[in-house]
């Protein structure tokens, strides 16, 4: 099982749509948890942080459910540009574990 | 202005070449990671310098082999690589090594293994 899971996608979603993503970690004493956004060709960026309260910024929110063990993200009035692939990253034994990332394609 | 650069963006070699990737950091950080990014595969952790010692070796074949002069400084130095070595090499800095602390990237460097 991988330690860090998430859907592939794509995710084909109209402009102005709410869509979610979710993600799955394995490795229960994991504590750090963030979401990246990596555009086509470029750098992962740092898009939030995942705290325990779960957190939002702006039109984002990220929760974490350590009961069954995944991180969501959340998007509202999504944008054109928003398109981008999103990177869950947990942590195990003081390494950052990434998934393999969820195309998201949003269309006009 | 980004905090992490790295050169050059993009480099084709040889399998018989020997190339070496460079990245420095402009944030102080103490931590410094080299990544292996293939389509649609994870991120894959090559190596970590942590206070410019070596703290993780993710059994990388012997024909990567990293270099951090400092703490600022890491290099990547290849030889007789293998056309499966044709990924997107992302160095990453972090304040320290360990839990809570996000990393940032450098833009990586494309390189094809001919």
């Known amino acids: 099982r991988k330690e860090v899971e998430q859907d592939p996608g794509p995710f084909n979603v109209p402009e102005g749509a709410t869509v979610a993503f979710n993600c799955t970690y394995s490795?229960?004493?994991?504590?750090?948890f963030f979401w990246y956004r990596q555009d086509c060709r470029k750098e992962p960026k740092l898009l939030m942080s995942v705290y325990s309260s779960g957190n939002e910024d702006g039109r984002f929110t990220a929760q974490l459910n350590r009961a069954s063990q995944y991180i969501s993200l959340l998007i509202r009035d999504s944008k054109l540009s928003d398109s981008a692939t999103y990177l869950c990253v947990g942590d195990s034994n003081y390494q950052l574990i990434w998934g393999a990332g969820t195309k998201l394609i949003i269309k006009p | 202005e980004t905090g992490v650069t790295q050169t050059p963006r993009h480099l084709v070699m040889g399998m018989t070449n020997k190339k070496s990737l460079k990245c420095e950091q402009h944030?102080?950080?103490?931590?410094m990671y080299w990544y292996k990014q293939s389509a649609k595969k994870p991120l894959e952790l090559m190596f970590v310098y942590n206070f410019k010692e070596q703290t993780e070796n993710n059994s990388v074949p012997s024909r990567f082999s990293p270099e951090c002069p400092n703490s600022s400084h890491l290099f990547l130095h290849l030889h007789t690589l293998q056309p499966e070595d044709s990924a997107l090499y992302l160095c990453?800095?972090?304040?320290?090594?360990?839990?809570?602390?996000?990393?940032?990237f450098g833009q990586g460097t494309r390189l094809t293994v001919v």
């Open positions: 990453a800095s972090s304040p320290t090594r360990g839990r809570y602390t996000e990393a940032f």
């Open positions: 944030l102080g950080h103490n931590a």
């Open positions: 490795n229960s004493a994991s504590q750090s």
